[in-house]
């Protein structure tokens, strides 16, 4: 499989540095010392090395092949004295190209520790965080120093699409991302004042990893594509295709929650996607949501989707929004029957299951 998407992604963080070294460069003659960044309280000299320090540790994290899933590397970046602002610059371009060698080089289903908000994220995750944070921080460097910025627009985008997935797109990508992170204003929504972004949630699932999707992810295969994943001979199933449709749609009208959508099934022996999983909507107010899978053809009658029915039916049941889970399933799908037998669900009556569907539950 030819990997689009760790090249897509290097390529962004290629693009965000470079654009954000060639603009601060025409300020290398200025007072970084002494001049706060934008609504930051560092300064730009402080805001600089900063940029560096993240670049340089979410690469890390993603060189250290599943070493570090507890902490951060145990390392850190220190400049030289008297590092001008035309060495900060430098630094900056060396640890920019050092994170696209890592997303470049790392597998995609490798994961590594990051605390928002679920302690992980792959390669596209670092990679975002790297294009937000060298967006975000020559934007509040060039504020301070009196400079005009404003990335393109595809690369907003492209953070905004993988670790903001709970952020309604707005009529722009960049001064959306400016809203979402305090920066600015958008007309109708109330000022942030305080924010985290969000990798995807990855969940064990004995010979699977059941992996969120993201709504760059869900686009892609909406529209027909793998949505970087391998899949074995027959996938993804239709079934995924419309639940990726139902995500994107979810995040396009603001009412995305990332923990409550679609999770593709990925086998442990090989890295291969075998199926999706994943709720209609995120609970109701009385903690009931539903649930729907399914599996290419190829990968039926060996467990797969039990397995991953018990594991997220499980994590689901330990939240305290969550009181009960519902399933729908064909009078004539015997082998889907046994499935949510198996994972716990007993039949009941139901207004959704008439004709020919039989109601499932499962409750706390």
């Not at 029915?309 to 330990?318: C, E, K, P, V, Y």
């Not at 959704?352 to 109601?359: I, M, N, Q, T």
Request: charged letters at 25%; glycine letters at 10%.
């Amino acid at each position: 499989m030819t990997d689009v998407c760790g090249q897509r992604a290097a390529e962004a963080v290629e693009r965000a540095v470079a654009d954000a070294a060639r603009l601060l460069r025409t300020a290398a003659d200025a007072d970084w010392d002494g001049t706060r960044a934008g609504g930051l309280e560092w300064d730009c000299r402080r805001t600089a090395g900063h940029l560096a320090n993240a670049l340089i540790a979410y690469a890390g994290q993603l060189a250290g092949r599943g070493r570090h899933l507890d902490a951060y590397a145990p390392f850190s970046l220190a400049l030289e004295d008297g590092t001008d602002p035309a060495g900060l610059v430098d630094v900056l371009e060396t640890t920019g190209t050092l994170l696209a060698l890592a997303v470049r080089c790392t597998p995609p289903r490798a994961r590594a520790f990051h605390p928002f908000p679920f302690r992980s994220a792959n390669r596209e995750g670092f990679a975002a965080m790297g294009v937000t944070e060298t967006l975000l921080h020559t934007y509040d460097i060039a504020t301070g120093l009196g400079l005009e910025y404003e990335p393109p627009a595809e690369l907003a985008e492209f953070a905004l699409m993988r670790i903001f997935p709970q952020v309604r797109p707005g009529p722009a990508p960049w001064p959306t991302l400016l809203w979402a992170t305090g920066r600015g204003n958008l007309p109708g929504r109330e000022p942030v004042t305080d924010w985290r972004w969000s990798n995807n949630l990855v969940l064990p699932a004995g010979r699977l990893t059941l992996e969120g999707v993201t709504p760059a992810a869900a686009a892609d295969l909406a529209a027909g594509g793998d949505g970087g994943f391998d899949w074995v001979e027959g996938g993804p199933y239709e079934g995924t295709r419309e639940a990726a449709a139902m995500t994107w749609k979810a995040y396009e009208t603001g009412v995305h929650r990332p923990e409550f959508g679609l999770f593709v099934l990925v086998r442990r022996e090989d890295d291969r996607a075998v199926g999706g999983m994943g709720f209609h909507t995120a609970p109701d107010e009385e903690g009931r949501t539903e649930i729907g899978y399914d599996l290419a053809a190829s990968a039926r009658g060996r467990g797969y989707a039990t397995e991953a029915l018990r594991a997220l039916s499980g994590w689901a049941l330990t939240r305290t929004d969550v009181r009960s889970l519902f399933a729908t399933v064909e009078r004539a799908n015997v082998p889907s029957q046994r499935v949510v037998t198996r994972a716990g669900f007993r039949r009941v009556e139901a207004e959704e299951a008439e004709g020919e569907l039989f109601a499932y539950e499962l409750r706390d």
